[in-house]
């Protein structure tokens, strides 16, 4: 675990249908189970699914005070149009995340293209793409216990859809870590 004093602030920005409101819920939800003090603000288009979503979560052992990321520490970004908005900020130290199956980008020091669309698809379920990409962003980031995610996937799905959001966040940490090594 990172340092217990530190502070994660978040931004999983992408289309909307992807999931990534929800993310930032459970992701937020598996810090409180940890103790810390969670903020999670989130916005989107007028067209829910396919206009612009964004999450944004701050992760903290001490008192939150402002409820928006200002200084991010990493960015998720499942579209074109997201890794866009958030790329100038790998240049200032951001870790970024983005979608190597959508997104043609080349890897910098600071951006990590993965095939998390491709992932989900050999899972099956195009529906966890973004439980893969959190997988990864967790594993990089030991913001949160994994075993503490878990438990907050159990929580949300049940039967096979909690077992296979388990396993695609198991294959985000074992992506991260195989391309990381």
Do not use: W
Request: aromatic share 6%; glycine share 12%; proline share 2%.
């Amino acid at each position: 675990m990172a340092d217990e004093n530190s502070t994660f602030e978040i931004i999983l920005a992408g289309s909307g249908g992807q999931g990534l409101v929800s993310s930032g819920i459970m992701l937020g939800e598996a810090a409180i189970l940890e103790g810390k003090e969670v903020m999670q603000t989130t916005s989107y288009g007028i067209a829910q699914r396919g206009g612009l979503s964004l999450a944004e979560v701050i992760i903290s052992s001490e008192e939150i005070f402002f409820q928006h990321v200002l200084s991010p520490d990493i960015v998720l970004a499942l579209t074109d149009e997201s890794l866009s908005s958030y790329m100038h900020l790998a240049q200032s130290g951001v870790t970024i995340f983005y979608d190597s199956t959508l997104i043609k980008e080349g890897k910098t020091d600071r951006l990590y293209g993965y095939p998390f669309t491709e992932m989900a698809g050999e899972l099956g379920h195009l529906g966890v793409v973004n439980i893969i990409a959190l997988g990864a962003v967790i594993a990089e980031s030991k913001m949160v216990r994994p075993e503490n995610m878990e438990r907050v996937l159990r929580r949300h799905f049940s039967g096979k859809i909690a077992e296979l959001n388990v396993k695609a966040l198991s294959v985000g940490r074992d992506l991260y870590h195989g391309l990381c090594n």
